[in-house]
């Protein structure tokens, strides 16, 4: 079946360094990628997307890019700031699983000052 | 304000006690869904609809119900609820599910199942 895989956290990092956030799919097919973010108390909130092979999605500084032969979507950061602490979801969603997200564990980052 | 809002936002109850967990949005989204989220699990989906009296089952459904009588509403039922159904639970609703267009989630039920 579909699935996603992403690095275990906690992350922890220094203000203004740089993030990476590794993901990995499998899906027949070529699934829709997806990265969320969940602050501390909150739902989840949509970061950025990409929807087909090369695309890069980018958002508050963050971007990812679909890469199709190596199955991955990993998220990077070139400064992070103590805002950015919170949990990262990689996500995919196939067309024949309309609407349903496959999700990965979730990796959380931690930015000290 | 677009929203998802979930009611309770926290609830502790005991084992077999029926429970509901109201999500309302204010979107006029066709499509609602709810998952759980658990420890290095992510998150799982556990119903879904498509439209009002449309449900189905996502990958975690048994121990759940749901109903989609309003399109606003897609309460989640716990009929029986037991200690493995205590998680993190969050609606979301999209314009009809498609990938191009963004789901918006809800801030959580944190159910705890004595």
């Known amino acids: 079946g579909d699935s996603v895989t992403q690095m275990e956290g906690p992350v922890t990092l220094s203000e203004e360094a740089f993030l990476t956030i590794n993901c990995t799919y499998t899906?027949?097919?070529?699934?829709?990628l997806f990265w969320y973010v969940q602050y501390p108390g909150e739902g989840l909130q949509l970061l950025l997307k990409?929807?087909?092979?090369?695309d890069k999605g980018s958002n508050k500084g963050f971007e990812a890019t679909y890469r199709k032969e190596t199955t991955s979507f990993h998220l990077e950061k070139g400064s992070v700031q103590v805002s950015d602490s919170a949990v990262y979801f990689c996500?995919?969603?196939?067309?024949?699983?309309?609407?349903?997200?496959?999700f990965g564990a979730g990796t959380q980052v931690v930015v000290t000052p | 304000e677009a929203q998802v809002t979930q009611n309770p936002r926290y609830l502790i109850t005991v084992t077999g006690k029926k429970l509901t967990v109201t999500c309302s949005q204010n979107?006029?989204?066709?499509?609602m869904s709810w998952y759980r989220q658990d420890p290095g699990l992510g998150l799982r989906q556990i119903y879904y609809?498509?439209?009002?009296?449309?449900?189905d089952k996502g990958d975690v459904p048994e121990g759940y119900k749901v109903s989609r009588k309003e399109k606003r509403n897609f309460p989640l039922i716990l009929e029986s609820p037991s200690p493995n159904q205590t998680s993190l639970y969050f609606c979301?609703?999209?314009?009809?599910?498609?990938?191009?267009?963004?789901?918006?989630f809800g801030d959580g039920t944190r159910l705890s199942i004595l």
């Open positions: 979301a609703s999209s314009l009809s599910g498609g990938s191009n267009q963004p789901q918006h």
């Open positions: 899906a027949t097919g070529y699934p829709s």
């Open positions: 990409a929807t087909k092979a090369d």
């Open positions: 996500a995919a969603m196939t067309t024949d699983s309309w609407g349903k997200l496959q």
């Open positions: 979107m006029n989204h066709e499509y």
């Open positions: 609809s498509m439209n009002v009296e449309v449900t």
